[in-house]
């Protein structure tokens, strides 16, 4: 994984090398690079993610939160080509590379964005993530509270958690944050959480 993926700039040396996605619906071969999450294999818990959560909204705006070389927005991206796709992350070798998988990919409605680079007004209609849970959990609380507020009405969020690192205390810190959350699936010690987008307030009743 490398301990520096979460680092705006890492300082491990580059060694290029490509993982393949291969999904029941698509197969991609991905530049990946040292000093970003993942870069020898596709993480267990993004498969998990790619193999069980339901189809995208086919239109919206559809975001990636830790994009890391961009596995799961091309995801989405392919499996929703009339979606506008944004994958964001403070690693900016890792971007450079999902910007470079995007073009590869043919996927020219998914954009790889630094968080402070997205427009502040834009809501979401899904969220999928495999959130960097190892920045410690003040700094992921403050992460998902950055975005997941932004759903739009009737929008979800999913995301993969393994269990021995907070998944089922995570999915009470959520609910108690306002924001439902139910297990849709658990496979090899992950979890996958449905996390649906707060009522708004002239909804409550």
Known sequence: MGEHYFAANPGTPSRPRSVDLVLPDLHLRLRTDSG????DRLDPGTR???ETVPPPPAHGTLLDVGCGYGPIAL??????PAASVI????????????RENAASAGAANA???????????????????????R??????????????PRLAPGGSAHLVVQKHLGSDSL???????????????????????????????????
């Open 36 to 39: 970003m999450f993942s870069p």
């Open 48 to 50: 998990i993610l790619l």
């Open 75 to 80: 995801t989405l991206a392919k499996r929703a």
């Open 87 to 98: 994958g964001v992350d403070v690693n900016e070798r890792a971007l450079e590379l999902a």
């Open 111 to 133: 954009r790889f964005l630094l968080p402070d680079d997205v427009d502040p007004d834009l809501r979401f209609d899904a969220l999928w993530s495999n959130p960097p849970i």
């Open 135 to 148: 920045i410690g959990k003040a700094a992921l609380h403050e992460l998902l509270l950055r975005w997941l």
């Open 171 to 205: 999915q009470r810190w959520l609910d108690q944050q306002g924001f439902a959350t139910r297990r849709i699936a658990s496979r090899s010690a992950y979890r996958v959480l449905h996390v649906a987008a707060r009522p708004q307030e002239g909804h409550l009743r």
